[in-house]
């Protein structure tokens, strides 16, 4: 790789307390890459050639791609950088070094690391803020220079070379450090900032649940239709269901507990008040699309949940989106079996990803071969 871009370094940020997770998950996917160093929601490694497989890429490329659930951004890590006009000059060498041609434009990523575990951040937090100043200078200063051309969205497209500035400050440090890293998109990465999508909670929303969802198809590309029949296993109070149904599906929702009034409101709507193991097959449908489940239980009682109505909709079915609670960190090792389970049940592709709004749970997608070939005709 020429010089100016290259570095053995990788950055990752994850949720914070999700660290050792994934650490553990590189060491088993990754054996040519070495942990150097961490702090709370950031870690990088270090490529290193002399513990790769055969199967491992031979030097650390843009194009890389990480085999994690947790990392919810990654790229090659350069250096500290003090302020915009440096990371001007920066992009500068960037560009050079990788021989792009004067008119190519980079995708500006700039964001905030994690500060606080999810769900304990102070009331007056609000993540973004420091990240849109800061972006705004970058922009202002690559506008006045000329020589480093940003594309105004900032939703990265599959070959796209995108800039990496990411806030590293703490409220307890005077001064925030920024971070420079740059990577190529492929579907792999995350499209957003940091992997943090802008969704916004309608004031009506039932539950913050409407904030996973929204986040679980837009990260998974399920390719969910107006008419759709979904049914979600744990739906109550009922955010996820408020979110499929003003999408035009049809929801069925499994749930002992109350759903919200808005929710029961809706003709499309139906509420299978039971817990998921007394539900039937005449309960359901004939034709059921999606299933979802989002149950406060175990992996294992959550994927056998799946299994049973899985097994008895797969005539029709074409994906699943399953959030696992992960109670334990530790039951993050089980993630390569879960996904094992998900391909047994019949789905063709299967992946996991920690959502920047799921807590201490990561989501599970899959699809069937029908819903891979909805998928692909849909952006072909
Ligand atoms: C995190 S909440 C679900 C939030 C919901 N998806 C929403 O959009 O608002 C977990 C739900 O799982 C339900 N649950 C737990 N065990 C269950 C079971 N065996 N069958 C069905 N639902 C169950 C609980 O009653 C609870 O409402």
């Known amino acids: 790789m020429p010089e100016g871009s290259s570095s053995s370094f990788l950055f990752t940020v994850c949720q914070i307390g999700a660290e050792n997770a994934l650490k553990k998950e590189i060491t088993r996917e990754h054996?040519?890459?070495?942990?150097?160093?961490?702090?709370?929601?950031?870690?990088?490694?270090?490529?290193?050639?002399?513990?790769?497989?055969?199967?491992?890429?031979?030097?650390?490329?843009?194009?890389?791609?990480?085999?994690?659930?947790?990392?919810?951004?990654?790229?090659?890590?350069?250096?500290?950088?003090?302020?915009?006009?440096?990371?001007?000059?920066?992009?500068?060498?960037?560009?050079?070094?990788?021989?792009?041609?004067?008119?190519?434009?980079?995708?500006?990523?700039?964001?905030?690391?994690?500060?606080?575990?999810?769900?304990?951040?102070?009331?007056?937090?609000?993540?973004?803020?420091?990240?849109?100043?800061?972006?705004?200078?970058i922009r202002k200063e690559a506008g006045s220079r000329g020589s480093v051309r940003f594309h105004e969205s900032v939703v990265a497209m599959p070959g796209d070379f995108v800039l990496n500035v990411i806030i590293l400050g703490s409220r307890k440090l005077e001064k925030p450090v920024w971070w420079l890293g740059y990577h190529r998109h492929t579907p792999q990465h995350s499209p957003f900032p940091g992997g943090i999508p802008e969704i916004e909670l309608p004031p009506e929303a039932p539950s913050r649940a409407f904030l996973k969802l929204e986040e679980a198809v837009l990260r998974s590309g399920a390719p969910l239709l107006p008419g759709d029949t979904a049914v979600e296993i744990g739906s109550a109070p009922g955010g996820a269901s408020y979110a499929l149904l003003q999408k035009g599906l049809n929801v069925v929702g499994i749930d002992p507990g109350e759903m919200d009034a808005?929710?029961?409101?809706?003709?499309?709507?139906?509420?299978?008040?039971?817990?998921?193991?007394?539900?039937?097959?005449?309960?359901?449908?004939?034709?059921?699309?999606?299933?979802?489940?989002?149950?406060?239980?175990?992996?294992?009682?959550?994927?056998?949940?799946?299994?049973?109505?899985?097994?008895?909709?797969?005539?029709?079915?074409?994906?699943?989106?399953?959030?696992?609670?992960?109670?334990?960190?530790?039951?993050?090792?089980?993630?390569?079996?879960?996904?094992?389970?998900?391909?047994?049940?019949?789905?063709?592709?299967?992946?996991?990803?920690?959502?920047?709004?799921?807590?201490?749970?990561?989501?599970?997608?899959?699809?069937?071969?029908?819903g891979l070939l909805r998928k692909t005709s849909r952006v072909g």
Do not use: C
């Open 31 to 137: 054996p040519e890459l070495r942990f150097a160093y961490s702090r709370p929601g950031f870690l990088t490694f270090k490529f290193d050639p002399k513990t790769a497989v055969a199967a491992s890429p031979n030097e650390l490329t843009p194009e890389f791609e990480l085999r994690s659930a947790f990392a919810r951004a990654y790229g090659i890590s350069l250096e500290e950088v003090a302020s915009p006009a440096l990371i001007i000059e920066k992009t500068l060498e960037l560009k050079r070094a990788l021989y792009l041609p004067p008119e190519e434009a980079f995708r500006l990523h700039v964001w905030e690391k994690d500060e606080f575990p999810k769900g304990e951040e102070p009331p007056d937090f609000a993540t973004g803020q420091a990240s849109r100043g800061l972006e705004r200078l």
């Open 262 to 370: 808005r929710v029961m409101a809706a003709a499309h709507f139906k509420h299978i008040q039971k817990v998921v193991a007394a539900v039937h097959r005449p309960d359901l449908p004939a034709s059921v699309e999606w299933l979802l489940v989002d149950m406060n239980v175990t992996p294992n009682i959550a994927l056998f949940a799946i299994d049973r109505l899985a097994s008895r909709t797969k005539d029709t079915l074409l994906g699943v989106l399953l959030t696992i609670k992960l109670n334990q960190w530790k039951m993050a090792d089980q993630i390569p079996s879960m996904l094992e389970h998900v391909k047994v049940m019949g789905m063709v592709r299967a992946r996991a990803v920690q959502l920047f709004h799921n807590r201490q749970e990561i989501l599970i997608y899959g699809f069937t071969r029908k």
